[in-house]
């Protein structure tokens, strides 16, 4: 195998496979390969190019791949706190004490309901129940009303019959004995007669209140005894309407139910994405910091690899500019960092000189492992920018030093660029070119063209 990968069944789990390495032996413009020396396509995540440069550079990949595991799993931590957070019951309740709290309380009202539910007895006719016992009671309401004048009306008879009495004739003597008047025998006589009289008007009087006292009692009486009928009907009305209740009220009874039970199940699954948050924030700090620990112990274990390709790097570099880039190699928080610190120098084409020197670096600290496909390729986008004189001095660099591995350094250059550079650089590299040639097969082409020979041309124009 080109780099002694593992075997495919493990390539997948573990970020590393063909395809992830050997693009950093040839990369591609429209993959936007020429932007950043750490990736081999401009989209690509962390641990897509973290996994494979660790590997080529002779790392351990253990820890990055765990670490990438902790930021899937953070990124899951956030996606549940925005869950939890999107589906809060009415207003925000906060904390969990709080929805826990009110679960508990909510679970109080479903239990209630339930055993009234199970309980509830449907009552035919209900509401018809109601409006006869409301107008049993309002009929005992006017009846006692009634009653309640009527007994006035009994105390003021009675008390009318009490003090009905006629005059004394010595009073009237008397009366006139005080006023020095003698009365003769024969009007004594006649106030006899008018006493008479008077007495018949009070006897008839007394008639009249007695039968107005014993209607108003009668009354009373009758009122007293429908009323009894009334309360019992309205009693027996009662305990019918109070072993039950009316269709309807069931009904509401149980949507109400329906309406706290969801509330319930939204109250406990918020408790539950709170506990699983817990857990992860806690869980996730112990594993991020011991993925971190693995790549840090890593880098360290292996800092002679790491040692070797910053001296690679900084040779390159220094055999292309007078104030060479550094390259620097560290654990981060967001796993193995590989850095690339840049010289002072207002050129366009210094980037893609760092993304040269980085490629380069790899060729060869892979080369002395036995672990690469024995060339690099570059196409002229890697040297967009850079003058003559040092596209010179890195295809010289690059052919000496993968020539001195048994190796090979390919570039696809325009031919004024070539030139360009071996005018500026003082050199000649005609004896590198390979010159592009057809052949009259039938299968010939170039660059996936294929091109028409003179006879073919003239029997197109004849057609």
Known sequence: MTFGLPPVSQERAAWLSFRACFPYFARRQRNDGYIDWRKNVGSQRAVGWQ???????????????ELHKVKDAE??????????????????????????TRAAKVARQIDKLEADLQGFQIVSAYDELVADANRLQAQIEDLTNANFLDQEMISNLERALADERPPELTDLQRVYAEAGVVLPGISLAKYEKVEEFHRAILRNRHLHLQAELDDARARSTQRRQTIAVAQRRRNELLTTINSGGALSHYRQMDAQLIQLRSEHQQLTAQLELHSKIDLLRSDLKVKRAEAERKITHDLAERASAVDRAITVFDEISGSLYDQPASLEIKATA?????FVHRPDIASDGVGKMQIFTFDLMLATVCSERGEWPGFLIHDSHIFD?????????????????LAAVGGQYIITINSDDLEKAEREGETSFRNFV????????????????????????????DE
Do not use: C, Y
């Open 51 to 65: 996994v494979p440069l660790a590997f080529l550079l002779g790392l351990d990949r253990d820890g990055i791949v």
């Open 75 to 100: 990124r899951e931590k956030a996606n549940l706190t925005r869950l939890l957070k999107s589906n809060l019951i009415q207003e925000s309740l906060g904390t969990p004490g709080k929805l826990r």
């Open 334 to 338: 967001d796993g193995l960092g590989v």
């Open 385 to 401: 920018g850079v003058d003559g004189r040092q596209v010179a001095t890195a295809l010289q660099t690059a052919h000496d030093r």
């Open 434 to 461: 390979v010159k592009p040639e057809l052949d009259d097969s039938e299968k010939g082409g170039l660059f996936g063209f294929k091109f028409a020979t003179d006879v073919e041309a003239e029997d197109e124009a």
